[in-house]
């Protein structure tokens, strides 16, 4: 009897908070793409509040039966921007305009981009990702994980202190990284725009500040003053040589070289940008001279060892919800899927400093997850056929 009551009144002091605890999501497949390599068989995923609890085999009745589909960790893309789209004439935004209608742009953007699998995205970037970041992290509108640079350091004439001045305010709004440009446009030829000395101010002071810096750079020289500077990731890399790339190697340097997405997508719409700003006719010959060589830079950015190589699209206006473009651009010039499918989820996540929050599965992660119809490692362009998408817990895309 004394043990019926000890067990009954145990009961009564844990019922309220089982009563509380959400109810279990579970997620069946046949394969497993963990995003740091492995693979796995007949898996059962195990989702609570929000978060991966279990990953292993069960037998049973699940929430949801993949079948053949392939589970995989959301998505990641660590360059976007977010907010560019093309105006009710169909022509390229860059001017000022209403701040509700920046805000709707850039929620269909992010649904899109959400839609095609991609649970986290880094937007480089403009003061108006602000709200769009707020409004995705409490949930109140559907598409990825936001961060968000709010703006960019890109000025030559700026002094160090200036720079350094300039990353404190954009600390004090709410950045969550650094963006910086090293190197002028490939379409204005690529040439280095700060010196070392300036790197060094706004890398050194995006660490005091406990911020990472993104590096737009295309020259060899504004990529290995990066690498010197110890700056987070670099951008692009459209006319490195073996000797620049195996600077950021050296360092430790994460390295985005944006090949599949960017650069095709302003020739497929070169004439909703022509004529704005530098999108003139010997801009966009630039960027389609610089397409012809993108093999050989990625080539040689394939055999440099240890280079930290991540996914990143660059995605503008008419770019939004094709990401995947990139990394099957890539697997295509050389690179091993598994690899692929490493930098676009657990390498990325790390260059992010979200490593403790996505980029894999695995217990205690946020339940960020895509299953996709086929194999993408005997077909990468099954990433483009994404039938099942989970951020956070919540199913949006089944």
């Known amino acids: 009897m004394r043990i019926t009551v000890i067990a009954a009144f145990v009961l009564a002091l844990i019922a309220p908070a089982i009563a509380q605890q959400s109810p279990e999501i579970t997620l069946r497949a046949r394969t497993v793409i963990d995003g740091t390599g492995q693979i796995l068989r007949t898996t059962v995923v195990t989702v609570r509040d929000g978060k991966i609890v279990r990953v292993g085999s069960a037998a049973g009745a699940v929430t949801h039966d993949l079948g053949a589909l392939t589970l995989m960790p959301g998505f990641i893309d660590t360059h976007v921007h977010i907010g560019w789209h093309f105006d009710a004439k169909g022509r390229y935004h860059s001017g000022p305009e209403p701040a509700e209608q920046a805000a709707l742009y850039g929620a269909e953007n992010a649904f899109v981009t959400l839609?095609?699998?991609?649970?986290?995205?880094q937007s480089v970037g403009a003061m108006s990702d602000r709200p769009l970041r707020d409004a995705l992290s409490r949930g109140v509108i559907p598409g990825p994980r936001l961060l968000t640079s709010l703006g960019q350091v890109s000025?030559?004439?700026?002094?160090p202190d200036d720079i350094r001045a300039d990353i404190r305010k954009k600390k004090a709004d709410g950045a969550d990284l650094i963006k910086i440009f090293a190197s002028a446009s490939i379409r204005d030829g690529g040439v280095p725009t700060l010196s070392q000395e300036q790197l060094d101010a706004a890398c050194g002071e995006a660490?005091?500040?406990g911020l990472r810096s993104m590096v737009h750079a295309h020259s060899p020289e504004s990529m290995m003053r990066a690498a010197k500077a110890r700056c987070t990731a670099v951008e692009h890399g459209g006319l490195a040589t073996p000797e620049a790339l195996k600077a950021l190697a050296d360092a430790g340097v994460y390295f985005d070289p944006n090949i599949g997405l960017v650069t095709q997508n302003y020739l497929e719409n070169k004439s909703r940008f022509l004529g704005i700003g530098n999108y003139t006719e010997e801009g966009f010959a630039a960027m389609a001279k610089a397409l012809e060589?993108?093999?050989?830079?990625?080539?040689?950015?394939?055999?440099?060892?240890?280079?930290k190589m991540v996914m990143g699209t660059d995605a503008v206006a008419g770019a939004h919800g094709q990401n995947a473009r990139e990394p099957i651009e890539r697997v295509k010039s050389g690179q091993r899927p598994m690899d692929?499918?490493?930098?676009?989820?657990s390498l990325a996540a790390q260059s992010m400093g979200l490593d403790a929050v996505t980029g894999s599965i695995a217990i205690g992660l946020a339940a960020d997850l895509v299953a996709v119809d086929g194999d993408p490692l005997s077909d990468i362009t099954a990433l483009q056929r994404v039938r099942f998408v989970m951020k956070n817990g919540v199913v949006y895309k089944k």
């Open 293 to 307: 060589s993108k093999d050989t830079m990625f080539g040689a950015a394939l055999k440099t060892p240890g280079l």
């Open 155 to 159: 000025n030559p004439k700026m002094t």
């Open 340 to 345: 692929a499918i490493i930098g676009m989820t």
């Open 115 to 121: 839609m095609a699998g991609f649970t986290t995205v």
């Open 207 to 209: 660490r005091a500040q």
